[in-house]
């Protein structure tokens, strides 16, 4: 039972146009959302987060929206850039859920997004 | 250090044999997280610690993993008598708090022969 989904395995699109990565999930108890890029052979690298008390969060080229009544969240980057081209994976943890300690994160499959030129 | 060190990078072990994995994390992290990628994009946490106390180990089959965060050593994993299903990319991760993100080592890929 896959409680974080990433429906497209792939996204293509044009340099300088925008990119929107999509995830959806299931568990009601997650509260807290991150986004995090990789490149093969390299760890996750941090882009983003979000709480589940916010429905945006922005950071230069990346902006992350939140819609918990749909259990969905999506992650913008705009302008799109060739170094963007990655695998991206969202992630959710249960926070308050937790007792106070250190939350494993639940991924997604992941969406791999290729920049044209 | 500035960033989440694991070792090795790459190791080769024969089926039934231990394998055991290193991880430093970032300097001043109190929490550390293990995550197994099995097959190319699916993350299975394994086990957390709050500095040298396990915390969450939900995700650890028991029987043979084992995971240890001592006071000034590196953080390990170990595999005892290994499977062909063992095979698989092992990541650390650290972080300074609760409310901070989570930070990635590069892996170690264990493949079981």
């Known amino acids: 039972d896959q409680q974080v989904k990433q429906n497209s395995p792939s996204l293509s699109v044009q340099e300088g146009r925008i990119s929107i990565l999509n995830c959806d999930y299931t568990?009601?108890?997650?509260?807290?959302f991150l986004w995090y890029k990789k490149y093969p052979a390299e760890g996750p690298t941090f882009l983003i987060s979000i709480s589940s008390i916010k429905d945006k969060n922005e950071d230069g080229r990346f902006t992350v929206f939140l819609n918990k009544s749909a259990k969905h969240l999506s992650l913008h980057i705009v302008p799109s850039q060739p170094g963007d081209s990655a695998v991206y994976f969202c992630?959710?943890?249960?926070?308050?859920?937790?007792?106070?300690?250190?939350?494993?994160?639940?991924f997604g499959k992941g969406t791999h997004l290729i920049i044209q030129p | 250090g500035e960033e989440v060190a694991q070792t090795p990078k790459h190791l080769v072990r024969g089926e039934g044999q231990k394998a055991k994995l290193y991880c430093a994390p970032i300097?001043?992290?109190?929490?550390v997280f293990w995550y197994q990628q099995v097959l190319k994009n699916e993350f299975k946490f394994l086990i957390s610690f709050q500095n040298e106390n396990v915390f969450d180990e939900t995700g650890m089959p028991k029987e043979r993993f084992s995971a240890k965060c001592l006071p000034n050593s590196p953080c390990s994993l170990e595999i005892q008598a290994t499977k062909l299903e063992d095979s698989a990319v092992y990541f650390c991760?650290?972080?300074?708090?609760?409310?901070?993100?989570?930070?990635f080592g590069d892996g170690t890929r264990l493949s079981i022969l």
């Open positions: 568990n009601s108890m997650f509260d807290y």
């Open positions: 300097k001043g992290h109190s929490y």
């Open positions: 992630a959710a943890s249960a926070r308050q859920y937790s007792g106070g300690g250190a939350d494993g994160l639940t």
């Open positions: 991760a650290s972080s300074q708090s609760r409310q901070e993100p989570q930070h």
